[in-house]
Each structure stands twice: as structure tokens, then as C-alpha cells.
């Protein structure tokens, strides 16, 4: 038993400085048109042997070191406490999430310019992720290539204020029903599919929207991406310093005000947050509905659900279609907020955050998957001169998660129908 | 009300069923038996529509209905049970019902999402209908509990409470007394029986349990290794010599 440990722990270290050496020890030097390479300092190279060497201490005791981790809650006075019970479990987490819509209303107002946009983006994925989860933690089917039907969206609008000059407002439902569109066009194909089987079908779709984009020069503009991408308007009132349209007023100058650059991003964030709640309330009720308990159930077992009359095609197409339309409607948000789009924008990385978003938070979770997009999307912006180090701690984030909470943050707890029994 | 005329079911090179006919009336309890591997349940998977048949026909209410996708069969009135049992482990006992219910529901997402009348009162409708068949099965108390929390047995009767929910018109049971209790058993035998005179429904049964089989069945079929080896009443088949034979081995 101890050799094994013993074992065990020399392959950890081993593992570790195969890892660590290579990418610490050595330093690329450019002399002149040359580039040499060199040994890292003496210091760097000690540390890289310490991480080894407590790697191996660790791993040869870590039945010990887990039994002290155990005792460690206990420490905790409310780790004893009863667990709560569902229904208060359930008006709390509806509590916390008013709180949260409450705080953020509030929010542009005290923070800087560039914290709204920052919490824009977050509401940008969090309605991508809660778009996901319907896909995802509620119908079960895994999709690798969302980020699409994202595209999807901003693209309509660009394309569409490119060569009709079409509104934010107009091209928001627009985006959103093409994107949708266009998830119906994906699911007829994969209905068959389950698993990894679908995912790497998926993967692939995502993939041919992006080159498609990439490539369509003509239409598209292909790397060189759309820009100019007008901002969206209150009832008709622009908050640039000019008015560039014909037939609209400046909203600095209708009520009276300096110009400011802040009342275009805070109106931004403020469209964001309504469209954000709009999209959690739905999904919330499809929760509840027929649709929901279907799509749930076909994730439960398939067979089962059939034999109950359930079609698997409708109710999967119902899913994907839905899903694609929330990304739709933050697709057209995101091409407003950056003002230029690009095929970089819609790359693979995007589909795995948002995926890395749902599973995180707790597949099927809403409060959950809200969180997690808040802590996914602001914590490498606060790491930012860790930047170079980024992946390898969300690497890490994601390796420590899957061991301590597999289930995710907050573990989706299903809004249950109750039978009240009347007397 | 169900004919099955001269079923096979080919799997590759393996003849699976092979000239199998079944005649089901209304208000009647069929029973399937055979030794295991006889391809009783491949007979159940073409009538479900989970299985398209390699020959023969499946009449119900005189509409030929082999080869049709499986859900659709379902929404005609033909439901079915497994052999082992299949819930929605994580949903509610009541919301197991509920997804049984769904094409008796509102599912327009527009009148859900704003909850209109004819969507609320759909709504209620089906909950009380669950309501009914839990207090039928005696499982009323536990309508709020995961599905999958519930002991073997009341597994089992959920399973035929949500097959009851959408107002079959033939139920197909396999297995449904394996692993249970002799107790549960003979509940099982009574609801069966007031299946049929109560709620008007036929049933078709495939079981190993013999006393349960000679004492509800109406008639009984025989199936060895996928051919019709006898058919007739319980009593028939007890005196067959070569049902005897394929269950006893010959002497």
C-alpha cells in the first residue's frame, strides 16, 4: 500500500517537472536576428524542484492530508445545521435573484465607464448561458458549436444596418428569429444523435458558420469584419454628440443636459439587464410548462418519454430552436455594444466558456449559471496582470471544481409541481 | 380491437419472431408466455412501434399501425409498460404523470407563457387527473417525492398510474409483477382486473408469474423461441402437452 503511494507520488513529480521545466526553466533571448535560448534563473529552477518535491510529499500523503480536510468543516457552524427545506430553498433563491436584478439596476450609477461595459458583457453571457442551459442542463443535449447561432445574431444586425440601415430595435427580434431559424435547421440533422456523437456534429456547425463568415468576403467583409454598427436609440433620441441620422434628436439635447459619453454605455447595460431578466423569466416559465417537463423527461429517458407519446423531433427541435434564439437576442446586443464585428469574435473558445458557464453554475441552475457567468466573465478581467497565466488558472478553477462540486456551484433544484391535496 | 396477423421480426440472421398472430377484444386480459428468449418482448417492442415488424400486420381498431413511429402509436391508445422500470428518476411522482399527459395539455408556448385561461384550466385538469390515479394506486402521499426515491414496487404501480393517465385504450404490460412481493403481487392482480372493469381497458400481459397469468387471463398465448406454440384459456393451456413440454423439458 505505501509503495504504491510512494509510487504514485514519484510519477506525480515527475509529471510535474516534465510540465513545469520546459515552460519556466528556459527563456527565449532575441540577439540581434537571433534568438537564443537560456536558462532561467537559478531561483525559478529552485521553485519549479519545490513544486516538484510538494507534489510528492502531497500525493504520498494525501490519505492524511484529505482526513484533515474532512475534519476541517466542522469547523463551520452552519455546516451541522439542518438543510433547509425545498419550498424556502426555492423563495430564497427567487429573493436572491430580485436582489441581484435590484443591485444592478442601480449599478452604472456608481461605478465607472468602464466597469458598465464590463457588467454589459456579463449580461451579454449571461443570457448566452441561460440561452445554453436550456440546451444543455434541461433537454441534455450536449452543444459544442452555440457560439453559431451567437454569430448568427450579431451578424443579422450588422449585415442588415450595413445595407438597409435597419435599427437596433428592429434587428433585435429580427436576429433573434434567424438565429432560431437557423437552430431549427441544426436540430432537424442531429435528432438521431446523442452524446458525443452530437456534440462533435455540433462542434462542427459552429465551426462553418465561423469559416462561412470568415470567407464570404463579398457579404461578410470576411476578416476584416462590419463596423459601424449603429447604437440603439430611445424612442428615437441617439445619444451620440451628433445626430447622425435624419428625423432623430440627440437625447443630450432633448433634455437639456451636457453630453456625455457615459449615457450611451449606461443606456447599453440598461437594454442588457431588461433583455437579460426578460430572458430568465422566460426560460423560468418554460420551466414549468409542458414544454419543460418534456424536454426534462426526454433527458430522464428517452424510451420512456416516447412511449408516452412525447415526439423526440418536436421536443428537441423545441429546444435547440429556443436556445438559439436567446443567443440571437445577445448576438444583436453584443454587434450594438462593440460597434464592429469580426469572425474572432465567434471562435471556438467562446462556445467552451459558455459551455464552462453552464456546467460550472450547475447545469439547469439559473441562479447558478448567473453566478458563474459573473465570476467567469470578471475574474480574469481583475487577474489582468495575470493575464499570461489566465487559462492555466481557469484550468485549475476547472479540475478543482469537478473534484469538490461535480454538481456544480448550486445544483439545479427543479421547480416541482406540487399536488396540493384538497380536502 | 388489436389483431397481430403473422408477425416475424428479423435481426440479421436471427428470427426473432416468426409467425406470430395474437387476437386481442375489448374488455379482455391476453396473456403472452414463454420461456425466456422466446421473443415475447420483441413482440411488445413491433406493437409499441419501437421495433418496425420485418413482416405481418398489427391492426388496431382495424388501422394498420405496424411500422408507425412509436409515439404516435401511443397517442392511439396503445401504451405500454417496461420490463424494467423506466421513470423519470428526478422528476416528482406527480410530475411523472404530467409529462404522460402531455397531448391533453395547452402546449402552445405563447398561451403558456402568459397563462391563459384554456392553458390554467388544461393545467388543473391533468393534476387532478393525476391526483385521481395516485389515490388509485395508493401513492397519493408520496406525490411530491422524486420518482426515483420510491420503493421497487410503487415504482412499479407509478409506472401503470402514468400509462392510466393518458386514458389508454390498450395497455401492454411486461413483467410487471418481476421482483415483486407475493402481497404486492396479489394488489397487482386486483388492479389489473379492475383495470379492465372499471376503466374499460384491454390488457395484454407478458409474465412469468403463473399464478398470476391462470388467474386473470382471459386467454393465453404461448411463444417458443418466436414461433406460437398454443393459444387458448388458462385451462386449455394447462392441459397442453406441448406447453408442458417447452416449460418441463420432455420426460
Known amino acids: 500500500m505505501a509503495a504504491k503511494n510512494y509510487r504514485h507520488a514519484l510519477f506525480c513529480a515527475i509529471v510535474t517537472l516534465i510540465i513545469s521545466f520546459p515552460i519556466l526553466g528556459f527563456n527565449l533571448e532575441a540577439k540581434g536576428i537571433n534568438i537564443t535560448l537560456t536558462g532561467a534563473k537559478t531561483s525559478t529552477i529552485i521553485a519549479v524542484v519545490l513544486a516538484a518535491v510538494a507534489v510528492f510529499v502531497f500525493q504520498a500523503y494525501r490519505d492524511s492530508f484529505t482526513g484533515l480536510l474532512g475534519k476541517l468543516p466542522k469547523l463551520n457552524p452552519l455546516a451541522d445545521r439542518e438543510p433547509m427545506e425545498q419550498t424556502k430553498k426555492a423563495k430564497l433563491e427567487s429573493w436572491i435573484l430580485t436582489g441581484i436584478v435590484v443591485l444592478a439596476l442601480f449599478w452604472p450609477f456608481v461605478v465607472s465607464r468602464g466597469s458598465v461595459d464590463l457588467a454589459t458583457l456579463v449580461l451579454i453571457y449571461i443570457m448566452l448561458a441561460l440561452g445554453l442551459n436550456v440546451v444543455v442542463g434541461l433537454a441534455g443535449l450536449l452543444d459544442l458549436g452555440y457560439v453559431a447561432f451567437y454569430a448568427v445574431g450579431a451578424y443579422t444586425f450588422a449585415l442588415l444596418s450595413q445595407y438597409t440601415g435597419i435599427s437596433f430595435w428592429m434587428a433585435l427580434p429580427i436576429g433573434a428569429l434567424l438565429a432560431a431559424l437557423f437552430g431549427l435547421m441544426l436540430g432537424f440533422p442531429v435528432l438521431r444523435l446523442r452524446g458525443d456523437y452530437l456534440a462533435i456534429v455540433t462542434l462542427g456547425f459552429g465551426e462553418i458558420i465561423r469559416i462561412l463568415l470568415n470567407n464570404w468576403t463579398t457579404l461578410t467583409g470576411g476578416p476584416n469584419g462590419i463596423g459601424g454598427i449603429p447604437e440603439p436609440t430611445l424612442f428615437g433620441m441617439e445619444f451620440g454628440r451628433r445626430v447622425k441620422e435624419e428625423g432623430n434628436t440627440s437625447f443630450h439635447e432633448t433634455f437639456g443636459i451636457a453630453y456625455s459619453g457615459e449615457h450611451k454605455v449606461i443606456f447599453l447595460y440598461l437594454i442588457a439587464l431588461v433583455l437579460a431578466v426578460i430572458t430568465a423569466l422566460i426560460i423560468r416559465r418554460f420551466m414549468r410548462m409542458p414544454v419543460g417537463r418534456a424536454w426534462e423527461a426526454l433527458r430522464e429517458d428517452e424510451i420512456a418519454a416516447r412511449s408516452l407519446g412525447l415526439s423526440r423531433t418536436a421536443v428537441k427541435l423545441s429546444a435547440f430552436t429556443i436556445g438559439a434564439f436567446f443567443a440571437g437576442f445577445a448576438g444583436t446586443v453584443f454587434a450594438s455594444k462593440q460597434g464592429f464585428i469580426s469572425p474572432e469574435s465567434f471562435v471556438f473558445l467562446e462556445s467552451a466558456i459558455i459551455l464552462a458557464i453552464v456546467v460550472l453554475g450547475g447545469m439547469g441552475s439559473q441562479l447558478g449559471v448567473i453566478l458563474a457567468a459573473i465570476a467567469v466573465t470578471i475574474l480574469p478581467e481583475l487577474a489582468r496582470e495575470f493575464s499570461e497565466y489566465r487559462m492555466l488558472i481557469f484550468g485549475a478553477a476547472m479540475v478543482l471544481m469537478m473534484i469538490w462540486r461535480p454538481q456544480g456551484l448550486l445544483p439545479m433544484r427543479r421547480i416541482h409541481i406540487k399536488l396540493n391535496r384538497q380536502e | ?251
Not at chain 2, 17 to 25: A, E, M, R, T, Y
Open chain 2, 1 to 251: 380491437m388489436l389483431e397481430v396477423q403473422n408477425l416475424s421480426m428479423r435481426f440479421g440472421g436471427l428470427l426473432a419472431v416468426d409467425g406470430v398472430s395474437l387476437d386481442i377484444q375489448e374488455r379482455e386480459i391476453v396473456s403472452i408466455i414463454g420461456p425466456n428468449g422466446a421473443g415475447k418482448t420483441t413482440v411488445f417492442n413491433c406493437m409499441s412501434g419501437f421495433y418496425k415488424p420485418s413482416g405481418g400486420k398489427i391492426l388496431f381498431e382495424g388501422k394498420e399501425v405496424q411500422g408507425k413511429p412509436d409515439y404516435k402509436i401511443s397517442r392511439l391508445g396503445m401504451v405500454r409498460t417496461f420490463q424494467h422500470v423506466r421513470l423519470f428518476t428526478q422528476m416528482s411522482v406527480v410530475e411523472n404523470l404530467l409529462v404522460a399527459q402531455h397531448r391533453h395539455l395547452n402546449t402552445n408556448m405563447l398561451a403558456g407563457l402568459f397563462g391563459t385561461p384554456d392553458y390554467k384550466r388544461r393545467e388543473q385538469k391533468a393534476l387532478d387527473r393525476a391526483a385521481y390515479w395516485l389515490e388509485r394506486v395508493g401513492l397519493l402521499d408520496l406525490a411530491n417525492r422524486d420518482a426515483g426515491n420510491l420503493a421497487y414496487g410503487q415504482q412499479r404501480r407509478l409506472e401503470i398510474a402514468r400509462c392510466m393517465v393518458t386514458e389508454p385504450k390498450l395497455l401492454m404490460l411486461d413483467e410487471p409483477a418481476a421482483g415483486l412481493n407475493p402481497a404486492e403481487t396479489k394488489e397487482l392482480n386486483q388492479l389489473i382486473i379492475s383495470l379492465k372493469e372499471d376503466y374499460n381497458v384491454s390488457v395484454v400481459l407478458i409474465e412469468h408469474d403463473m399464478s398470476l397469468v391462470m388467474d386473470i387471463s382471459d386467454r393465453i398465448n404461448v411463444i417458443n423461441q418466436g414461433c406460437p406454440l398454443a393459444s387458448g384459456t388458462p385451462e386449455e393451456i394447462r392441459q397442453n402437452d406441448d406447453v408442458i413440454k417447452a416449460y418441463l423439458g420432455e420426460a
